[in-house]
């Protein structure tokens, strides 16, 4: 299956596929932290390669509920992170899924059609991640975890903070590959 990781730089969910024997390729404006196959640059502009299957972690910065008390002076930085959470979800792919924390795009676009979080695949850690999925089953659960702790709402500020938040937990990739390849 031809596989397009949207929006990622660490690799983590693209190996996850590979792994798993499967064509997958990511795609962001960074480069990749585990070498392998990556597109550096826009991802619309890779849209087009016959994808079986998309996951895309659009940017959350101007969507998360997190950020609401930023929204006022974004204005125009919203309306382009929407615009580009849309135009993901209307790709001519068969197979999406797009994630981001709880925010916005429940009122712009639509409801997610799941919520999940760390502590079921593995990981005792909440962190609210909303899927919206188009022709795929929502994930079931691996491995529910007791200890649960927002560790990443808890990261001190740093330079890379965004980068750490922003990573997919292996469980996490683990089913998706698992579960939709």
């Known amino acids: ?10 690799g983590v969910v693209r190996e996850a596929f590979k792994s798993r024997g499967h064509n997958a390729w ?6 990749t932290e585990i070498p392998g196959k990556h597109f550096q640059g826009d991802v619309l502009n ?14 959350c910065t101007h969507l998360a509920s997190s950020g609401a ?8 930085e919203q309306a382009e992170a929407i615009e580009f959470f849309l135009e993901l979800a209307s790709a001519d792919i068969p197979r999406i899924a797009i994630e981001n924390p709880i925010g916005i795009m429940s009122t712009q676009f639509r409801k997610p059609d799941q919520i999940i979080q760390p502590w079921q695949f593995g990981h005792g850690e909440t962190k609210a991640t909303c899927l919206w999925l188009k022709g795929l089953p929502k994930l079931v659960p691996t491995e529910v975890v007791e200890g649960r702790e927002p560790r990443c709402h808890m990261l001190p500020p740093s330079k890379d903070r965004w980068k750490l938040r922003s990573l997919t937990y292996q469980g996490i990739a683990d089913a998706m590959a698992n579960q939709w390849g």
């Open 1 to 10: 299956m031809n596989v397009l990781i949207a929006c990622e730089f660490s």
């Open 26 to 31: 990511s795609c962001d404006l960074l480069p």
């Open 46 to 59: 890779h849209l087009h390669g016959g994808w079986d299957l998309m996951i895309a972690h659009p940017p």
């Open 69 to 76: 008390r930023w929204f006022k002076g974004k204005i125009v």
